[in-house]
């Protein structure tokens, strides 16, 4: 009496190859730009860290120190209207512009020039004009986002957003102590969580270059 039996080889190749096809249907190929990216990144992990360990430092300042790190988001703040009055006042000299663009741009860099001259120097002016100036962009960015929004189908979450930009500068505008104290608090929480978040990300990174 025989039986007919199937070789093992021929059963074994047959779930090997099932084996095989579900192992190379999970099998990532990268690029040789993909891997240099991600070579790349994980010998920079330490960057990241250095970069949330600032986060987590100037967090801490702005908690700690609230009216130290407005006085000093103001200095740079004025420094920024200095070099750019500086720099638009230069523009108006330049010949190819034409003669509206030049007076223009002389009124703006003188305009810049005094109030950056204002802002460094008093701790009064630097924080007053900081205030008047997000209280102002908050407004007029709120506005563009309402109309934006307005304009078009779906914008329901634009409108949203203006309509908070638009409340958040008329408030800060009418009650600049106390929102500025409050967005000092927020920007500070922010930064820690920032931090934090970084480290994490920094040493998750290099162990997946390890791995790798």
């Not at 579900?22 to 070579?39: C, G, I, K, R, W």
């Not at 663009?101 to 001259?117: C, E, P, Q, Y």
Request: with cysteine.
């Amino acid at each position: 009496m025989s039986t007919s039996t199937t070789p093992p080889g021929d059963s074994a190749s047959g779930h090997g190859g099932e084996r095989s096809g579900q192992v190379q249907s999970t099998t990532v190929v990268l690029d040789a730009d993909s891997e240099a990216f991600l070579e790349r990144l994980g010998r920079a992990w330490w960057l990241i860290l250095v970069l949330g360990v600032i986060s987590l430092i100037v967090g801490v300042i702005v908690l700690v120190r609230p009216f130290t790190a407005v006085n000093v988001a103001a200095i740079i703040f004025g420094i920024w209207l200095l070099a750019s009055g500086v720099f638009q006042l230069a523009q108006a000299f330049n010949s190819r512009l034409e003669t509206v663009a030049r007076v223009l741009n002389a009124i703006t860099g003188v305009i810049g020039i005094i109030l950056g001259i204002l802002c460094l120097e008093s701790v009064e002016n630097r924080i007053s004009l900081l205030i008047l100036f997000i209280g102002l962009w908050w407004i007029m960015r709120g506005i563009v986002q309402i109309v934006v929004g307005a304009s078009s189908e779906g914008g329901g979450v634009a409108v949203f957003l203006g309509v908070v930009g638009l409340i958040a500068g008329i408030v800060l505008l009418v009650w600049p102590i106390e929102t500025l104290t409050v967005l000092t608090v927020v920007v500070g929480i922010w930064l820690l969580v920032l931090g934090l978040f970084e480290v994490i990300a920094a040493f998750r990174v290099r162990s997946l270059n390890k791995v790798a």
